[in-house]
């Protein structure tokens, strides 16, 4: 058991050992690409589109352009839906499973520190965005 400040005290379905991969993991994260939408109808498209475990066309090509060349294991996916349809489509391996839900989850907290130097109504609405996924 955990006590978490901010949700009380609540089983972790981790071992030490691997809170402690984790922790080095997240210390290594750093931003590789980063590509805003064009705007909210091509957001709102990839967004449905991620939910239905189907890549966006956007996606696609960054996958296509960035990870493709330089992938030298494996892509950890939030979605496990989203990452067969990546292994499927472009024939990259991919990872999700409870270690990687709590990586996003982790990244996602420290967003403001991972993407510094982003205007703050952008930050605002992006953490907005993520809130709800």
């Not at 499973?97 to 205007?119: H, K, W, Y």
Request: net charge positive.
């Amino acid at each position: 058991m955990w006590k978490n400040s901010s949700y009380g005290i609540r089983n972790f379905p981790f071992t030490a050992k691997e809170i402690v991969g984790l922790y080095f993991i997240f210390c290594s994260v750093k931003l590789k690409h980063f590509e805003k939408f064009i705007d909210t109808t091509e957001a709102l498209a990839a967004t449905t589109a991620a939910v239905e475990g189907k890549m966006s066309k956007s996606l696609k090509k960054m996958l296509k352009k960035v990870v493709a060349k330089d992938l030298q294991n494996q892509l950890l996916v939030a979605d496990a839906k989203l990452g067969n349809a990546i292994k499927d489509k472009l024939n990259l391996p991919c990872l999700s499973n409870t270690a990687v839900q709590e990586l996003m989850r982790c990244i996602r907290s420290q967003m403001d520190s991972l993407l510094a130097g982003f205007p703050k109504k952008e930050m605002t609405a992006m953490a907005l965005g993520l809130a709800h996924r």
